[in-house]
């Protein structure tokens, strides 16, 4: 049995984010979001593997105060993202890196001991091939699709399809991916139609999030509709998705079904919505936005 269940692997980014309201620079990248959630939770079954410039080493201490194992290495430079949002709905974004980082190599990784192993990519060069398909032999391999659609040109990130998908997606178990990234990456505007051929290449268990609209999840050949959960006020969506997939995982490595994970997700991404940063509320409050709808009492389902 691994030591940990959940394992993720990403860079820590410094972050300036930019709303129509205000601008705000903070620590970032999946790596953060999902450390920061998972302590929220159940940080000690969490193993976070990342990498920063040494002025940021600061920023893995404290996470390390929050219970979480990390295991950090030191970089020339930490990864800087810039988030432009255009509109108050923030469904429109523009994205630039001002440095960058080397991928992780199989030697980075030699600490990896988990159940679940996801891939934080924000850039497609994060993770090779190679270094995922070594993943896939200590664990189920997860990733969000989004950083391998990501190419840096001028330092603006720029939208791409993922050239090497077919071979990678054989050692992916969970695939994330929203509307616009399900369409750059299978050419599928029918959301079903894109989840079957996802699964096609390889792909065990298809999420696919549609905001507002909800998810919809695909495995072991069974289609599962999960709402949305209706936000008091949205201030940051930055990180969202991977606070979705902290909240998915986590669930799903206790037993849950697809559709008690994913409205257990929702419901904390409707949280992390209404603040700046990384998810900072507890289970409880997850659970009383889930009870707030009627949605699972129509169904029967009782969470």
């Not at 999946?30 to 593997?49: C, D, E, I, K, N």
């Not at 995922?132 to 200590?138: D, G, M, Y």
């Not at 949205?234 to 559709?259: E, H, I, K, N």
Request: hydrophobic share 40%; aromatic share 8%; charged share 25%.
């Amino acid at each position: 049995m691994a030591k940990y269940r959940l394992c993720c692997i990403g860079f820590i980014t410094k972050d300036k984010v930019v709303t129509p309201q205000e601008t705000v620079s903070m620590p970032g990248g999946t790596a953060y979001y999902f450390a920061h959630a998972m302590s929220r939770l159940q940080p000690a079954g969490l193993q976070l593997v990342t990498a920063v410039g040494k002025d940021d080493l600061s920023v893995v201490e404290d996470i390390r105060q929050l219970g979480i194992d990390v295991d950090c290495h030191q970089i020339p430079q930490t990864v800087c993202f810039e988030n432009i949002y255009h509109s108050v709905s923030q469904s429109d974004r523009t994205q630039r890196v001002t440095a960058a980082a080397a991928p992780f190599s199989i030697d980075d990784l030699k600490a990896v001991d988990a159940d679940v192993i996801h891939l934080g990519s924000l850039l497609r060069s994060d993770f090779s091939v190679e270094v995922i398909s070594q993943l896939a032999k200590r664990g189920k391999v997860s990733a969000d699709v989004q950083g391998f659609l990501r190419e840096v040109h001028h330092e603006e990130v720029k939208p791409v399809d993922w050239t090497e998908k077919r071979e990678a997606l054989r050692y992916i178990h969970t695939l994330k991916a929203n509307h616009d990234e399900m369409l750059t990456i299978t050419g599928c505007e029918e959301p079903h139609e894109a989840a079957l051929m996802l699964a096609d290449w390889g792909v065990k268990e298809v999420v696919l999030t549609f905001d507002e609209e909800g998810s919809l999840i695909y495995t072991r050949g069974e289609f599962t509709d999960v709402p949305a959960y209706p936000t008091a006020k949205l201030v940051d969506a930055t990180g969202c998705g991977d606070t979705y997939m902290v909240g998915y995982l986590y669930q799903r490595s206790l037993g849950a079904s697809p559709y008690e994970a994913g409205c257990f997700a929702a419901a904390m991404c409707t949280i992390k919505l209404q603040g700046f940063g990384p998810f900072s509320a507890n289970e409880k409050a997850v659970r009383q936005i889930m009870s707030s709808s009627n949605s699972l009492e129509k169904l029967g389902i009782k969470i």
